[in-house]
């Protein structure tokens, strides 16, 4: 049995643990044993195991069932959290996906590691998901579609079929990008909107159709 352990006490880490519930129905096969977090201590449920820093993760490597999940992906933290996690040198090996029992994930799809997909998500043929990317319920992911390293999907947003997702992007709620598009690294599309040409690298999007309100 694998063991879990947090990095970052956000809300992204509830909804991955809710997540593990129903993957641990009728068998345990994954234990969230606690948590690692700067500033808080939201999961009471689970051990508080101290701030995230590189001495408390290697002394955790020791125990090899203990695998990691990073949760701290937002339209806010953004690359300011990128830098730690690479700081705190954990083998690829160690990092743990996790994906609902009810997603529907084409066998010719490539997932990444340390990558959370959450209930009646699809995901296409030959859909590449890169690392450390989180896609919410009833996320869709088109044929043939690039998702990049440390990319965010939330609840219900659609991405056609052959876009490229650059690095660090972030969708909202219900947001919707048409087919052959590419979206640069670190772009934020807005709840709703509905992209019909590409987006510039740290654009903001927003509406319908997508318009960027980015501020110089």
């Given at each position: 049995m694998k063991k879990l352990i947090f990095l970052g006490a956000s809300g992204n880490a509830s909804v991955i643990n809710s997540t593990i519930e129903d993957i641990n129905q009728k068998k345990i096969k994954i234990k969230p044993i606690g948590f690692l977090d700067d500033e808080k201590n939201t999961f009471k449920q689970?051990?508080?195991?101290?701030?995230?820093?590189?001495?408390?993760?290697?002394?955790?490597?020791?125990?090899?069932?203990?695998f990691f999940i990073w949760t701290l992906i937002s339209s806010k933290l953004r690359e300011k959290t990128l830098?730690?996690?690479?700081?705190?040198?954990?083998?690829?090996?160690?990092?743990?996906?996790?994906?609902?029992?009810?997603?529907?994930?084409?066998?010719f799809a490539n997932i990444g590691i340390g990558v959370s997909i959450h209930p009646f998500a699809n995901i296409g043929?030959?859909?590449?998901?890169?690392?450390?990317v989180h896609i919410y319920?009833?996320?869709?992911?088109?044929?043939d579609a690039k998702i990049g390293n440390y990319s965010y999907i939330?609840?219900?947003?659609?991405?056609?079929?052959y876009v490229t997702v650059e690095e660090g992007c972030f969708f909202g709620i219900n947001s919707c990008?048409?087919?052959?598009?590419?979206?640069?690294?670190?772009?934020?599309v807005g709840m709703g909107a509905v992209v019909i040409n590409d987006v510039k690298k740290k654009q903001?999007?927003?509406g319908n159709p997508a318009k960027n309100i980015t501020k110089n």
């Open positions: 689970l051990k508080f195991f101290g701030k995230i820093k590189k001495d408390i993760v290697q002394e955790l490597l020791i125990d090899k069932n203990i830098e730690k996690l690479k700081n705190l040198k954990i083998p690829n090996n160690r990092f743990l996906s996790i994906i609902h029992p009810t997603a529907n994930i084409s066998k043929p030959n859909v590449t998901v890169a690392n450390h319920s009833y996320g869709l992911i088109g044929h939330a609840a219900k947003s659609t991405i056609g079929a990008v048409r087919e052959n598009l590419i979206i640069k690294s670190w772009a934020t903001t999007v927003v």
